[in-house]
């Protein structure tokens, strides 16, 4: 399908605000036409050539020049909507830019709606649609890991893996009409058995590891949410403050300081944190502190990553170990013990007697901190899948491929249960329909209206 007739639009595609340099960016069938209107080129060229830049000034209708700019043109479809397409770089003055814009929307111009740009690069063919919907995480991308994933989007690489499923369950349905067309030339017992094998193989093991990934990298796109947690006065305030390198808490040696959450975002290694500073965990009969420490057992919940605190200078009462042993055992947590500056009290011994590995460190003179960063991103990386290929990059994709993967067990049931290939052949016919929705071959108006809506105008 083609859709290169497409009226032409026009959006700035550099974010608001001042800078060097800002673009508008034109696509469709008038984009030269229009922007050769109010572009003089220094060499007096009339008609530009693809792929070449030119450098000359920007006029308005009354031939007044608004800026001196730079005309890219591509002409389709090697470009990035398939079309014809003009990027116009003028400096970063939003007013500038706006004038720009209104000059090439006074000739017929349409604004683009959000997206429109890469909706027209899916539409034209240049992309599938799992490509489109990753130009929105690597837009989004906070981190170097997250970055990284959307990369592999872009280039495509969850689309091949997809598409070559849907071409091992096409040939099973070739297969399939086959033994229905000529009963007597096949052994249909052999080649059930086959295709149960390849079904149950190859294509059960992709799905089933699609759905696994993506659950282990989507605390990547989001940030890992990571509590400090321990007793009262252990430095979990200054621990905070220590990783975020800034006076994010209150300090102070009175227990119970901290009564509400505080929340701060951190990058260590590429990889974005949510670091959370608690109440300490006690008991108490302060009805503040108690709410305080209500939502920090609520946070640690729903946490990632545990970073349990204590005294170092102290020894260690029977309900922080009780508690350090639960959480050792149950989640994602790693002991610190704090003050390395005092004299030991007796908890590295006792957590050593006890087995629990345990990290020693200072938060007030920073000895230990490295080690702890370190240790916080080999515990987190361990999580993320080795094959950055395999990477579903949202839920509605997700959701697709658990349909799938459904629809093909259900075929190898009935293969089981020994029901006829006609029914089969529904199944992973369904199966072959999902995947084709995740590449964009058969998707609805409405559902691509939602998908690019998330994106920014002037992509």
Known sequence: MSYLDFDTIAAIATPVG??????????????????????????????????????????????????????????????????????????????????????????????????????????????????????????????????????SMVKGELGQKIGALRETLKGITVTLEAILDFPDDVDEAIQAEAIRETLGGVVIQTLESLIGNFDDSDIFRNGIRVVIAGPPNSGKSSLLNRLSGQDRAIVTNVPGTTRDLIDEFIHIDGIAFQVTDTAGLRVTEDPVEKIG?????????????????????????????????????????????????????????????????????????????EAVKAAVVSRILERLPEDRSALVPNRRQVALVRKALNNVENAVEGIDSQLSFDAISIDIRSAMDLMGEILGEEVPVDILDEIFSNFCIGK
């Open 18 to 151: 001042r800078g060097g340099i800002g673009i508008i960016r034109v696509s469709g069938e008038k984009a030269v036409e229009v922007a050769m209107t109010f572009f003089r080129s220094v060499s007096g060229i009339k008609r530009p050539k693809s792929h070449r830049v030119y450098y000359g000034t920007f006029v308005d209708a009354k031939v007044e020049v608004l800026d001196e700019v730079i005309l890219f043109y591509m002409k389709g479809p090697k470009s990035y909507t398939a079309e014809d397409c003009v990027e116009i770089q003028s400096h970063a003055s939003p007013v500038v830019m706006r004038q720009i814009l209104d000059c090439l929307l006074d000739e017929g111009v349409r604004l683009a709606e959000p997206g429109e740009f890469t909706k027209r690069a899916y539409l034209n063919g240049r992309i599938n649609l799992s490509q489109a919907e990753a130009v929105i995480d690597l837009i989004n991308a906070r981190t170097t890991t997250s970055h990284e994933m959307a990369i």
């Open 293 to 369: 420490i209500e939502r920090t057992l609520s946070r640690i919940e729903a946490s990632d990553l545990i970073l349990y605190l204590v005294d170092g200078s102290l020894g260690l009462e029977a309900p922080v170990l009780n508690q350090i042993r639960m959480y050792v055992a149950t989640r994602q947590c790693m002991v610190l013990v704090n003050k390395a500056d005092l004299t030991p009290g007796g908890a590295v011994d006792l957590l050593s007697e006890e087995g629990l590995a345990h990290l020693t460190v200072s938060v007030k003179t920073g000895e230990g901190m």
